[in-house]
T-cell receptor, first 112, second 113 residues
């Protein structure tokens, strides 16, 4: 799996958009970008994933650069409940077995 | 309805004891996982089962033995508990083995004294 680099921490005011960057300059052509988050004392939660195109769901949007070397997770209107550690994971969707390799993630603090 | 559930939520025990953690998923998924999150918050895969068959075993001491009685359940038995086993253990499931879209349980906080 390709290595990812994320900022250690970020702050965001409630109601504003939270933009969480991820660098994955060694990503391979068959590797997807996945985002998970872990709210304090809870299990990780799947947010969104994409290969090349930008993706949007009810939780967030994922913007992947054209060269696929970086991506940004966007929470359009952050709330206090979005305070969590956000993990960017790059991995193929093929192979004999699937495991998520979590890094250190970005700790997002949403404030009033 | 809880999709992935684990019992117990907390487990405090003495060194040397044997304990089990249970996991159940009601999502109809074929694949289940055990992850360990240590005190530094690093989250690492331990095991994965697909349709009751072991498919991932990530260099975990053989004191840890997963058991899958059916594809909705994956239990983790730990023999001769050590201080270093203290961690949060998360169970997860996915529709099939190749996908990285996994659904996690709430975790079991194990403290070995």
């Amino acid at each position: 799996d390709a290595k990812t680099t994320q900022p250690t921490s970020m702050d965001c005011a409630e109601g504003r958009a939270a933009n969480l960057p991820c660098n994955h300059s060694t990503i391979s052509g068959n590797e997807y970008v996945y985002w998970y988050r872990q709210i304090h004392s809870q299990g990780p939660q799947y947010i969104i994933h994409g290969l090349k195109n930008n993706e949007t769901n009810e939780m967030a949007s994922l913007i992947i650069t054209e060269d696929r070397k970086s991506s940004t997770l966007i929470l359009p209107h952050a709330t206090l409940r979005d305070t969590a550690v956000y993990y960017c994971i790059v991995s193929p969707n093929t192979g004999t077995a699937s495991k998520l390799t979590f890094g250190t993630g970005t700790r997002l603090q949403v404030t009033l | 309805d809880t999709a992935v559930s684990q019992t117990p939520k907390y487990l405090v025990t003495q060194m040397g004891n044997d304990k089990s953690i249970k996991c159940e998923q009601n999502l109809g998924h074929d694949t289940m996982y055990w992850y360990k999150q240590d005190s530094k918050k690093f989250l690492k895969i331990m095991f994965s089962y697909n349709n009751k068959e072991l498919i991932i075993n990530e260099t975990v001491p053989n004191r840890f033995s997963p058991k899958s009685p059916d594809k909705a359940h994956l239990n983790l038995h730990i023999n001769s508990l050590e201080l270093g086993d203290s961690a949060v253990y998360f169970c997860a499931s996915s529709q099939e083995p190749m996908t990285k879209t996994q659904y996690f349980g709430p975790g079991t906080r194990l403290l070995v004294l």
